[in-house]
């Protein structure tokens, strides 16, 4: 079992910057590939950026690329996405998941992770 808990949302203005973190704990975080997904309200959850088990690789959604930038510190078993130039269209929930595997790869479909964290509100203002 993977357990996962996200800080660092809140409320911020358009073109500002936000960095949230995703704690994992139960396993070896380092056999974990990792992502974030976000839901904004009436909309399906997104894809925004995934890494592999070393963050040596890292992919992005074309709306958050240049923009984001997912890493992570396997000492300290945490994942983080950097977000800069925000915008309104970026205010949703966010969302880290895990996927435990024993290679190098990353995933962008929701259905490959099967721990998820509950969450943390991104509201970006005009």
């Known amino acids: 079992q993977v357990q996962l808990v996200e800080s660092g949302g809140g409320l911020v203005q358009a073109g500002g910057s936000l960095r949230l973190s995703c704690a994992a704990s139960g396993r070896t975080f380092s056999n974990n590939a990792m992502a974030w997904f976000r839901q904004a309200p009436g909309k399906e959850r997104e894809f925004v950026a995934a890494c592999n088990r070393n963050g040596g690789i890292t992919y992005y959604a074309d709306s958050v690329k240049g923009r984001f930038t997912i890493s992570r510190d396997n000492a300290k078993s945490t994942v983080y996405p950097q977000m800069n130039s925000l915008k309104p269209e970026d205010t949703a929930v966010y969302s880290c998941?895990?996927?435990?595997?024993?290679?190098?790869?990353?995933?962008?479909?929701?259905?490959?992770?099967?721990?998820w964290g509950q969450g943390t509100q991104v509201t970006v203002s005009s």
């Open positions: 998941a895990a996927k435990i595997t024993s290679i190098y790869g990353v995933w962008r479909s929701e259905n490959e992770y099967a721990y």
